[in-house]
T-cell receptor
Framework: NAGVTQTPKFQVLKTGQSMTLQCAQD?????MYWYRQDPGMGLRLIYY???????DKGEVPNGYNVSRLNKREFSLRLESAAPSQTSVYFC????????????FGEGSRLTVL | DAKTTQPNSMESNEEEPVHLPCNHS???????IHWYRQLPSQGPEYVIH???SNVNNRMASLAIAEDRKSSTLILHRATLRDAAVYYC??????????FGPGTRLSVLP
């Protein structure tokens, strides 16, 4: 049982390049999330998908797009990377509701030069 | 505003109990209190959650004040592995988790 799997774990990009972060969960959760965490700070929500077929903006969506490919997979795309997007990105999933706990992936460390 | 208030940092000695406070003075009746922790270089992990009464699990206990405006996460015997950032989150009905800066717990041997 892998839980939440993110790829890649590390990536270095040049300004203006694009890339996609992949996330998959095997817990049959209906809700999935992308957070970013900058050094010494808490997590900020970028986008989420409450259920398959829906996506919504979080606190910091600018510069990102997402795709909920199916119930298992939720990808995050940077169309034109900027240095301000240098961060650690976490994918998470859970059962929607007030008691469903969040399960996180190990994170993807992205550096934009 | 769904934010909670926690001390920036706390210290504890190994094998002693730790009480991590959290203030959520604007909480409403359907909001749950969740606690997560983040070990160094890892994603956050679930610790415990509750609504009105005190809760216990294998990791910790959660004591919720009678007026629900504050809560305390209790680690009964801190170990070095408990050194982490602890996040107290007020989860509003139908909303998402909002992570603040949390409390950085240091455990001294």
């Amino acid at each position: 049982n892998a839980g939440v799997t993110q790829t890649p774990k590390f990536q270095v990009l040049k300004t203006g390049q694009s890339m996609t972060l992949q996330c998959a969960q095997d817990m049959n959760h209906n809700s999935m999330y992308w957070y970013r965490q900058d050094p010494g700070m808490g997590l900020r929500l970028i986008y989420y998908s409450a259920s398959e077929g829906t996506t919504d903006k979080g606190e910091v969506p600018n510069g990102y797009n997402v795709s909920r490919l199916n119930k298992r997979e939720f990808s995050l795309r940077l169309e034109s990377a900027a240095p301000s997007q240098t961060s650690v990105y976490f994918c998470a999933s859970r059962v929607w509701g007030n008691t469903g706990e969040l399960f996180f992936g190990e994170g993807s460390r992205l550096t934009v030069l | 505003d769904a934010k909670t208030t926690q001390p920036n940092s706390m210290e504890s000695n190994e094998e002693e109990p730790v009480h991590l406070p959290c203030n959520h003075s604007t909480i409403s009746g359907t909001d749950y209190i969740h606690w997560y922790r983040q070990l160094p270089s890892q994603g956050p992990e679930y610790v415990i959650h509750g609504l009105t009464s005190n809760v216990n699990n294998r990791m910790a206990s959660l004591a919720i004040a009678e007026d629900r405006k504050s809560s305390t996460l209790i680690l009964h015997r801190a170990t070095l592995r408990d050194a982490a950032v602890y996040y107290c989150i007020r989860l509003l009905l139908g909303q998402n988790f909002v992570f603040g800066p949390g409390t950085r717990l240091s455990v001294l041997p």
